[in-house]
């Protein structure tokens, strides 16, 4: 296990969370929260992926990726470039039918009223 | 000596915190330029419905349209969660090594003042809410943890990337830097030696004007202990020595006539409709005949915004806790300023400063149209009539 993985917050260091949020309209508050959660864990996917790139760069250059070797690992630009790709690759990917969200309902539309006018 | 590209307070990022921070920039970064656009494009077109009805549309008309928009819905609830995200990542950053951070404040030299109030009573605005889903807020200092410097941790983490390196990168001194070239191309003839900030946060814009008027005597006030620990040792790290005291701008306990020149940056959307015009009195109280206030704000005016401006500040206002952003950007500062007496007024677009400004270089920065996105600032100032 990674030397800096990290532990939740001792008791009398937790501090509360969000005063005042209100709820987005029309959206049941469930929704809301699998949303954010979605977001954190493509967040945690990201972060599994460049310490997986992490290992395979000190590998290939011949050298045992330990927990203390990854955590030291500094990408260089190279290296940085190729992270922030699979990044925004990976954002894309995931967020996308947040986008194609109202579209899909127009279409949607769109078809049933051909169906009617059918 | 060129100044340290990042100070020693910072909190440091582990392997896998960078990777997380990256992760929410990049986030951040997409639904900015992908989704906003979206939405801007299905706004503009409601607009233009409403508007063959012969009226500009209203905020709340346009509102009624999007709320059962899912695009609508998705972008506040994914705008909203990569915010949070952001804090959450400086939090956890923070915590993880506050024991540090804690011994750094301790060991920071011994130069500039704090003075903060356990009694301090933190403006109802800044209480009611967690200012911009920021945990806690700008004042959160709870009993028994009377050292902390944490949520002045928190912020410099989170600041540095809320903007997207673009408000000059981890010293987050670009607003400093546009204050004092707009003082140099508007009021050349000052030389300020005694200098208050309101609602300082951090420090970040103060360490740049007293570096750029080393003589001066530079106070930074605002209602955060915490915030404020951290600044003293944020500052004092970096060398420049600079008092902070805990305080409400609408009302503060310095002497009549104390400053030649008192400025906020960012400061008064995050206040309310009836603290401006108090804000403005305590300027004009403080400051000394001849002395000139200045106000940095969003760059951002709801009468010059288009349909889809309107709805992004209305999600500041009102998913983003920013209560006033919305009304600040209404509030006309020019007609605040003469009603508490000011003269010399001037309100406008001031072209951001990228770097340290130089005397000669700032002609016609102030006054230009609008350049968005961290190349303006809206800039509100004035002078104190000389006896």
């Known amino acids: 296990m990674s030397a800096t993985v990290r532990a939740a917050p001792t008791g009398d260091r937790r501090y509360r969370i969000h005063k005042t949020r209100i709820e987005v309209p029309g959206v049941d508050p469930r929704v809301d929260t699998l949303l954010g959660m979605v977001m954190q864990l493509m967040s945690e996917v990201s972060v599994l992926r460049e310490r997986v790139d ?65 | 000596m060129p100044a340290p590209r990042i100070h020693p307070m910072m909190p440091l990022s582990t392997h896998d915190e960078t990777s997380e921070q990256g992760f929410v920039v990049a986030l951040k970064t997409f639904l900015y330029t992908q989704m906003d656009p979206a939405l801007r494009q299905m706004t503009l077109g409601i607009a233009r419905e409403l508007e063959a009805g012969g009226q500009k549309p209203t905020l709340q008309q346009l509102r009624k349209r999007l709320e059962d928009k899912q695009l609508y819905q998705n972008w506040i609830s994914s705008t909203r969660a990569a915010q949070e995200m952001m804090w959450q990542s400086a939090v956890d950053c923070v915590d993880r090594q506050r024991a540090e951070l804690e011994a750094l404040e301790r060991s920071a030299p011994p130069i500039g003042s704090l003075r903060v109030d356990p009694d301090f009573e933190v403006p109802r605005y800044i209480a009611a809410g967690d200012i911009h889903m920021m945990p806690g807020g700008y ?112 009302q503060t306990d310095f002497p009549d006539e104390s400053f030649d020149l008192v400025y906020s940056s960012a400061m008064l959307h995050e206040t309310s409709h009836k603290a401006l015009p108090r804000i403005m009195a305590e300027c004009f109280r403080v400051l000394k005949p001849g002395g000139v206030m200045i106000h940095l704000e969003v760059p951002f005016r709801a009468d010059m915004a288009d349909a889809f401006d309107l709805v992004r500040a209305d999600y500041e206002t009102r998913y983003n806790n920013e209560p006033f952003w919305l009304g600040a950007t209404e509030a006309d500062y020019a007609a605040l300023a003469q009603k508490a007496g000011f003269t010399d007024i001037h309100a406008g677009f001031n072209d951001a400063a990228m770097g340290p400004p130089s005397r000669d270089k700032v002609q016609g920065m102030f006054g230009q149209p609008n350049k968005g996105g961290y190349k303006s600032w809206y800039i509100a100032s004035a002078r104190k009539p000389r006896r």
Request: charged share 25%.
């Open chain 2, 139 to 250: 004042h959160y200092d709870p009993k028994g943890d009377e050292q902390s410097i944490r949520q002045g941790a928190v912020f410099d983490k989170a600041a540095s990337l809320y903007s997207l390196g673009r408000q000059g990168g981890q010293m987050n001194d670009m607003r400093g830097n546009t204050v004092i070239a707009h003082l140099y191309e508007i009021y050349p003839d000052l030389d300020p030696r005694q200098i208050l900030e309101m609602g300082c946060t951090v420090g970040n814009s103060l360490v740049a004007v007293k570096r750029a008027f080393p003589q001066a005597d530079c106070t930074g006030l605002d209602v955060g202990a915490s915030l404020l620990r951290y600044a003293r040792a944020r500052a004092a790290h970096l060398g420049v020595p600079l008092n902070f005291v805990q305080g409400n701008a609408e």
């Open chain 1, 54 to 118: 992490a290992h395979e760069r000190l590998a290939a250059a011949q050298q045992a990726p330990t927990p203390d070797a990854v955590d030291d690992y500094v990408p260089d630009e190279a290296a940085s470039r190729a992270r922030a790709a699979v990044r925004q690759r990976m954002i894309e990917k995931v967020c996308r039918p947040l986008l194609a969200a109202d579209e899909a309902a127009e279409a949607k539309q769109k078809a049933n009223g051909q169906d009617r006018d059918a």
